[in-house]
């Protein structure tokens, strides 16, 4: 199986940062796209940011300038930097991601992490 584990979340006051990270191993003949999403309690699922294995990123209207996505293909590892955090940021993040299992073009399977939890004191 592939597995996904998030980390890097705590708890911080508002304006603080705060850097995720998300290591896939198992079986991986490629990562393809890889998102962070989020979850308040009460709340849908929203997604934070996407970045594509070329490294096109698109981000959430509500992180815009503050949260950056980053990966390191070689290490299949993805982050997130999360500047100027507001108490709205408070939730679980979770690491999403699309494997390529051979080198065979066919479905891909879809793997989500445990999630980390960030909490933002105002």
């Known amino acids: 199986q592939v597995q996904l584990v998030e980390s890097g979340g705590g708890l911080v006051q508002a304006g603080e940062s705060l850097r995720l990270s998300c290591v896939a191993s198992g079986n991986i003949f490629r990562i393809n796209v890889m998102d962070w999403y989020r979850q308040a309690p009460g709340k849908q699922r929203e997604l934070v940011a996407t970045i594509t294995s070329g490294g096109s990123t698109n981000y959430a209207d509500s992180v815009k300038g503050r949260f950056t996505i980053s990966r390191d293909n070689a290490k299949n590892t993805l982050y997130l930097q999360m500047n100027s955090l507001k108490p709205d940021d408070t939730a679980v993040y979770y690491c999403?991601?699309?494997?390529?299992?051979?080198?065979?073009?066919?479905?891909?399977?879809?793997?989500w992490g445990p999630g980390t939890q960030v909490t933002v004191s105002s």
């Open positions: 999403y991601a699309t494997v390529q299992l051979t080198a065979a073009p066919n479905v891909q399977p879809v793997y």
